[in-house]
Nanobody, 119 residues
């Protein structure tokens, strides 16, 4: 049974930074690619970023490319999302998910972590 725990969200002003963390508390972390998604109020969940199991390959949505960086530390079963130059449109609940590759993810989610970017 896979259990994912996201943390690090909060309230930040536009142009600020946050670093999100997602820890896999159960399961074999290092064999999976890891993904970050977000869901803004009234909108569908959307892809943000993904990283391969070894960390050598990454993928980003166009809306965050150049501002967000995904990384992972397999020794502590954690994937990170460094978010810089935040915009109000980055507001939402951020979720992580595992997957067989950076192109697809499993439908298993944590509780998410709330990010609010104020102007």
């Amino acid at each position: 049974q896979v259990k994912l725990v996201e943390s690090g969200g909060g309230l930040v002003q536009t142009g600020g930074s946050l670093r999100l963390s997602c820890t896999l508390s159960e399961g074999t972390f290092s064999i999976y690619a890891m993904h970050w998604f977000r869901q803004a109020p009234g909108k569908e969940r959307e892809f943000v970023a993904a990283i391969s199991w070894g960390g050598s390959s990454t993928r980003y949505s166009d809306s965050v490319k150049g501002r967000f960086t995904i990384s992972r530390d397999n020794a502590v079963n954690t994937v990170y999302l460094q978010m810089n130059t935040l915009k109000t449109e980055d507001t939402g609940v951020y979720y992580c998910a595992g997957g067989p590759s950076i192109l697809s993810n499993f439908d298993t989610w944590g509780q998410g972590t709330q990010v609010i970017v104020s102007s």
